[in-house]
């Protein structure tokens, strides 16, 4: 199952803030566990280990879907990590947190798995839909889809819409304009130790 139904917060703990995860924020400082206060320098497998692991908790991703993406990140001419962030930026699910329509990711993909959601006017139920350049996000002509996307505008996830999408609230509906750049992804990481972390296994 790819979906973490775990304590998200020990994980925001342990790897840093991940706004598609989770909204809420620890008080405490330290990562979770007993040996959470030892400052002993981490290896160089276990730094790369740790940006892999913010990549599949922030996204939602089971390893297998991950190696996937990079696969297919690696067929593509370019920096292979930053394609690997655009295929990820880009899935349905990530799409509709980043227009705002929900407040995370897992929030999203519940949108999306009870058919809330329209692309180009036709319902898509899968949330690793690859949205490209010209397609048209829209919620369902039902009121109670509507009410629950625009109760999710209030509280957006986060603060700015990127540059590639734009959102009309009074229509409830969002369009993408082209592939997202690297400055306007939300997640702090570097994404060459992912793919340094897939080529060395």
């Not at 839909?129 to 996830?157: A, H, M, R, T, W």
């Not at 590639?164 to 690297?182: A, F, P, T």
Request: hydrophobic residues 35%; charged residues 30%; glycine residues 6%.
């Amino acid at each position: 199952m790819s979906r973490y139904r775990g304590a998200r917060l020990r994980i925001c703990r342990r790897l840093g803030d991940l706004p598609g995860l989770t909204r809420k924020t620890s008080k405490k400082q330290m990562p979770a566990g007993e040996h959470g206060q030892q400052s002993r320098k981490p290896s160089e497998y276990a730094v790369r280990l740790e940006e892999k692991q913010k990549l599949r908790f922030n996204y939602g991703l089971s390893e297998r879907q991950l190696l996937r993406c990079i696969k297919a990140a690696k067929k593509v001419q370019g920096s292979t990590g930053l394609v690997l962030l655009q295929i990820l930026e880009m899935r349905l699910d990530n799409t509709i947190f980043r227009l705002g329509m929900s407040p995370t990711i897992p929030a999203a993909r519940q949108l999306v798995n009870h058919g809330h959601i329209l692309v180009n006017d036709k319902i898509i139920s899968i949330c690793s839909y690859q949205c490209k350049p010209g397609d048209i996000i829209k919620v369902k002509d039902k009121i109670s889809s509507k009410l629950l996307v625009e109760n999710y505008l209030k509280f957006p996830g986060l603060a700015h819409i990127p540059n590639h999408l734009e959102l009309d609230k009074k229509k409830l509906y969002g369009k993408v304009n082209g592939v997202i750049d690297r400055e306007w992804v939300a997640l702090q990481l570097n994404e060459l130790l992912v793919v340094e972390y897939y080529s060395r296994k």
